[in-house]
């Protein structure tokens, strides 16, 4: 049997921001992070796996916070988002 992955959500709130992706292109992501912050991000392909007991589900999600830098970056210039979004894509 094959696990879907669930994707990513398109809008959704973390860090006391409204994150709406604004664009994506197989595992390159770009989200507006609130009013004025912008990140692109390598989308993270994670296995069905069991914590604690509980049963979790194949899905797609964000590097984490030790990850970024390396496979996710935040700019205040959507620019400078689209720059790197664009080479990460070429």
């Known amino acids: 049997m094959i696990d879907t992955e669930k994707p990513l959500k398109t809008t959704f709130r973390k860090w006391g921001y409204v994150w709406q992706q604004e664009m994506r292109n197989c595992d390159v992501v770009l989200y507006k992070q609130g009013l004025s912050h912008w990140v692109v991000a390598l989308v993270q392909h994670n296995k069905k796996r069991v914590i604690q007991g509980k049963s979790i589900g194949a899905s797609e999600s964000l590097p984490g916070g030790a990850l970024w830098g390396q496979k996710a970056w935040t700019y205040m210039d ?13």
Do not use: G, P
Not at 78 to 90: C, D, G, M, S, V
């Open 78 to 90: 959507r620019e400078k988002a689209l720059e790197k979004f664009n080479a990460l894509i070429a």
